[in-house]
């Protein structure tokens, strides 16, 4: 078949991204209250603060800002991962990242599967944080035998969606039946399921071990957990949350509030409780949850190496991690701690702190004679900048996320078991590193501004 009449994978994600979003809204009907709110609170901050409108018009984010969601989901086998990871590449997504939970008491590790390039996460930006369990982790040798001959036996893709996904990798790409079979039959890998594959005291001996092992474990395939939109004022969604019946987490993960956001703010609701029909009777089990977040600037390994600082003073000071009895004292905490991160473009960007994008403006187009360097194009007006949005994860934020839906008590001790190559092997690909995707598209941009530029010198 001629490459043409492919769909392009940019397109086949947009698909399963409303796809997967009308299903989640239909499965957690809590979710549509919450894109509604995220709706609401977007649409009023671009009509109050212009500023903030206006940096998202130069960036493009406020045509993809609607579409924007992550999803999360667990797996539990390395080939149940490599095929996640073939099943997401047929729609542009690639690992970006590794990250280590188990130092924070979940036994797994993970990485996000997205696309890289800004203009595929124009069309589509979405993502899936993608996370394997770790059985080696588990220290009961007979549990670890009854979890891995369980998941085993299972087979969470449909007999058509492996096909289709063979076919994509051996003719180059899908057409538009076949990228319509494939949307329809990848989605079902991340159904809920309400009956389980367990009887009622092996789902107890799992979760007993930890709550998450039986979430895995447990069921016929790795269903969704949550769905996450991208609002542009978490404080304001926070606040709004219990008017709307929906109880948030006690503190807001990640950075304080900002002028200028970086990195990433979430906060969640608690899990569902949800009735379950066991191999022998009925029981229930809480898995799924709501989480909304805003996003900011990109850090460079300087700001970074700052914002992971800051955050650990942060939690020294408090002497433990935020929970619900702590929770304004660390929210001001964390606000005082962070007045030594820069709040102003300028600056950041002056002492490296982030990454950003360059765009050529109407009246360096229009000039005849353009400076030599790029500190000279931006002094001239000639160049416009804002901040390189990020699109990835945090491993603390992570961390609190699964933790305020395990349970404040749910924690466990695994000690730091980082393993970035046996995660690779299991995925079967390595992980990319995110920091040089943005150096990247930063490059990228500042080439476009010259060739732009000086274009319409001649
Ligand atoms: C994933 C939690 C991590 C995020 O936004 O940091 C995550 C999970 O609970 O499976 O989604
Ligand atoms: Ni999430």
């Known amino acids: 078949m001629p490459a043409e009449d492919f769909v392009s994978p940019d397109l086949i994600r947009a698909r399963f991204s409303a796809a997967m979003s009308l299903m989640y809204k239909q499965e957690v009907p809590l979710y549509g209250t919450l894109l509604a709110l995220v709706s609401e609170v977007n649409r009023q901050v671009m009509a109050m603060r212009p500023e903030v409108a206006e940096a998202l018009r130069w960036t493009g984010e406020v045509e993809r800002l609607d579409q924007e969601r992550h999803g999360a989901i667990r797996v539990g086998t390395a080939a149940e991962l490599a095929t996640i990871?073939?099943?997401?590449?047929?729609?542009?997504?690639?690992?970006?990242?590794?990250?280590?939970?188990?130092?924070?008491?979940?036994?797994?590790?993970?990485?996000?599967?997205?696309?890289?390039?800004e203009q595929a996460l124009h069309i589509s930006p979405f993502r899936v944080f993608t996370s394997l369990l770790r059985l080696e982790l588990i220290d009961d040798p007979d549990l670890r035998e009854l979890a891995r001959s369980i998941l085993d036996k299972r087979q969470i893709f449909t007999p058509r969606a492996l096909?289709?996904?063979?076919?994509?990798?051996?003719?180059?790409?899908?057409?538009?039946?076949?990228?319509?079979?494939?949307?329809?039959e990848a989605l079902h890998t991340f159904r809920w399921h309400h009956e389980a594959t367990v009887t009622a005291q092996e789902y107890q001996q799992l979760h007993d071990q930890h709550r998450l092992i039986a979430d895995v474990v447990?069921?016929?395939?790795?269903?969704?957990?949550?769905l996450t939109p991208r609002t542009l004022d978490i404080d304001a969604i926070q606040l709004g949350m219990p008017a709307h019946g929906i109880p948030p987490k006690a503190v807001i993960e990640g950075p304080p509030t900002r002028r200028h956001p970086i990195l990433l703010r979430q906060t969640s609701f608690k899990a569902l409780q949800e009735s379950i029909a066991f191999r022998d009777t009925q029981g229930s089990h809480t898995a799924r949850f709501g989480e909304i977040e805003q996003r900011g600037a990109a850090l460079t390994p300087k700001g970074r190496l700052l914002y992971d600082q800051l955050l650990d003073a942060t939690r020294d000071v408090l002497g433990g991690v935020p929970a619900e009895?702590?929770?304004?004292?660390?929210?001001?905490?964390?606000?005082?701690?962070?007045?030594?991160?820069?709040?102003?473009?300028?600056?950041?960007?002056?002492?490296?702190?982030?990454?950003?994008?360059?765009?050529?403006?109407?009246?360096?187009?229009?000039?005849?004679?353009?400076?030599?360097?790029?500190?000279?194009?931006?002094?001239?007006?000639?160049?416009?900048f804002e901040a390189l949005v990020y699109e990835d994860f945090l491993p603390v934020s992570a961390a609190g996320i699964f933790q305020s839906n395990l349970g404040d008590d749910?924690?466990?001790?695994?000690?730091?078991?980082?393993?970035?190559?046996?995660?690779?092997?299991?995925l079967g690909m390595v992980v990319q590193d995110e920091l040089a995707l943005y150096a990247e598209s930063e490059k990228r941009s500042i080439e476009a501004c010259i060739i732009a530029l000086n274009r319409l010198e001649q």
């Open 163 to 184: 096909q289709l996904i063979e076919q994509s990798e051996q003719e180059g790409g899908l057409n538009d039946a076949d990228a319509q079979a494939f949307v329809d």
């Open 410 to 426: 749910g924690q466990a001790e695994y000690g730091s078991n980082a393993n970035r190559e046996a995660f690779e092997q299991a």
């Open 218 to 226: 447990a069921f016929k395939g790795p269903h969704i957990n949550h």
């Open 325 to 384: 009895s702590n929770a304004d004292r660390y929210m001001s905490l964390l606000a005082e701690t962070f007045r030594a991160f820069p709040d102003d473009l300028r600056q950041m960007r002056e002492q490296g702190l982030a990454y950003f994008r360059y765009f050529p403006t109407e009246k360096g187009l229009a000039a005849k004679e353009q400076p030599e360097t790029l500190e000279g194009l931006i002094e001239a007006g000639h160049v416009h």
């Open 85 to 117: 990871g073939r099943l997401f590449a047929v729609m542009g997504m690639q690992p970006v990242g590794y990250y280590d939970l188990s130092s924070a008491g979940v036994p797994v590790h993970s990485t996000a599967f997205r696309p890289v390039h």
